[in-house]
């Protein structure tokens, strides 16, 4: 604000190394920084030997960022990465982030109505104030523009979430928010806007739910985080190979203490031609604390039939009733099951029914939520496996590695499966490799 207000020599010293922190740390709010720069070119010529500051501004820039672009050879990779404004079906997305923040696009639409009214129905005595603010705003407004649309057309498809619109859109978002509270509050109060337009502010943020106190976190069992019992159970030899879903990696090692990989990028014939164990450990579609399913509802629909049934007793159905789902689905294809599918009591399969409508919204609601829509384009996704296949896999034919297709389906295909009642947690057991004389059925999995 100085720089584009005086214009000194020291104001552009100033900004050189803001500019190169930004440069170092995360080029696209650099990129977003430069183009908010020019846009304020109209006021920067207003000054003495402005053209001669910024020609020294950006030599200097210059000299301090190109060596390292050089160096790096960043120029000659960056057509490699797919952008996701390639993914994106327009004009839908551009409309997404708004839809998903309309409280706040509202706050802003309503606040430039009466920064607009402030200024058109102001007094001539305030005139100089209002120019004062025209800078302000007009340098917010155009920094939220140039960062929204330079995150949808310039971000990378894999980092591509519209939640994350909200890091680029934080810094002049939450000033710009300050800016509708502070302008008519100091128009209609004078000095007393100091107190109100910060409360008004607050008293919004919580009104739509933007201030949130943060849930503690207790970790009552480890197994909540990695299969730790099961795994230790297994009694795996030293050459056991452990996997795991993309992102799972890195939690179970630290947890279990073992050496887990992604099993994305591992090659099919690696997988079935590995004399060792072979683990593929990810998370089980379970609920184990549903109120759907919970002892004291199990015990009432045991009674409402005149079957009695113990409070211990109901604790250890409702267990076997949260993986029970995701059990049936292992069954099915033809896997050893361990423990072996248990029948479920007559009283107790409407819950069951109710759970796994229960568990099946939860899923989708957690892909709408988690997936990054323009890579999910074209895809349908059912539940996590879809997920990161179709992220990992999006720009390689994600289709031909669902189901037989996938890199571990011939290797684990008859291998054991392990859900625990009430873990959280698949664990996938083969200890033999793949028989070719005896190789999987063709098969959706």
Not at 20 to 30: A, E, N, P, V
Request: aromatic share 14%; with cysteine; glycine share 4%.
């Amino acid at each position: 604000m100085r720089l584009a207000r005086q214009g000194r020599t020291r104001d552009y010293l100033l900004a050189l190394p803001i500019y190169l922190m930004l440069f170092y740390t995360h080029l696209l709010s650099f990129f977003v920084a430069v183009l908010c720069f020019a846009a304020l070119l109209p006021w920067l010529m207003r000054h003495r030997f402005w053209l001669l500051h910024l020609i020294g501004f950006v030599i200097l820039g210059l000299m301090l960022t190109v060596p390292w672009l050089l160096h790096t050879d960043y120029l000659a990779y960056l057509g490699e990465i797919p952008r996701a404004w390639s993914l994106l079906k327009l004009p839908e997305d551009l409309f997404v982030y708004p839809a998903l923040k309309a409280d706040l696009m509202a706050l802003y639409a309503v606040g430039m109505l009466i920064l607009a009214g402030g200024w058109w129905l102001g007094h001539r005595r305030h005139r100089q104030d209002q120019l004062d603010w025209i800078l302000p705003v007009y340098l917010l407004v155009t920094w939220c523009l140039v960062a929204y649309f330079a995150y949808l057309f310039l971000m990378p498809a894999p980092s591509f979430f519209f939640d994350r619109v909200s890091l680029v859109l934080l810094a002049p978002g939450t000033v710009l928010a300050a800016a509708v509270f502070a302008y008519p509050a100091q128009r209609l109060l004078g000095r007393y806007a100091l107190v109100v337009a910060p409360v008004l502010c607050l008293v919004f943020l919580v009104s739509v739910d933007r201030v949130r106190w943060p849930t503690p976190v207790y970790i009552d069992n480890a197994d909540t985080y990695a299969p730790v019992n099961q795994l230790a159970a297994l009694g795996l030899s030293a050459s056991a190979r452990y996997y795991a879903p993309p992102n799972d990696q890195l939690p179970l090692s630290y947890y279990s203490n073992r050496p887990f990989q992604s099993i994305a990028p591992i090659r099919k014939t690696f997988l079935d031609g590995w004399p060792g164990e072979i683990l593929f450990v990810e998370r089980a579609v379970t609920k184990p604390y549903a109120e759907i399913i919970s002892p004291a509802l199990l015990m009432s629909a045991a009674a409402l039939v005149g079957e009695s049934l113990s409070e211990a007793d109901a604790k250890r159905l409702s267990s076997r009733l949260a993986s029970w789902p995701e059990r049936a689905l292992a069954a099915e294809t033809g896997v050893r099951l361990v423990p072996p599918l248990e029948p479920v009591p007559a009283y107790a399969r409407p819950l069951l029914e109710i759970y796994e409508t229960v568990l099946e919204e939860d899923t989708a609601a957690w892909l709408a939520e988690e997936m990054p829509a323009p890579i999910r384009h074209d895809y349908e996704l059912r539940n996590a496996t879809d997920w990161w296949r179709t992220f990992f896999y999006r720009f390689v034919d994600p289709e031909s590695r669902r189901g037989a297709g996938a890199n571990y389906y011939q290797r684990l295909c008859r291998a054991e499966v392990y859900v625990e009642p009430g873990s959280y947690w698949k664990v996938t057991l083969s200890r033999q490799p793949v028989n070719a004389s005896d190789p999987c059925p063709t098969a959706d999995k």
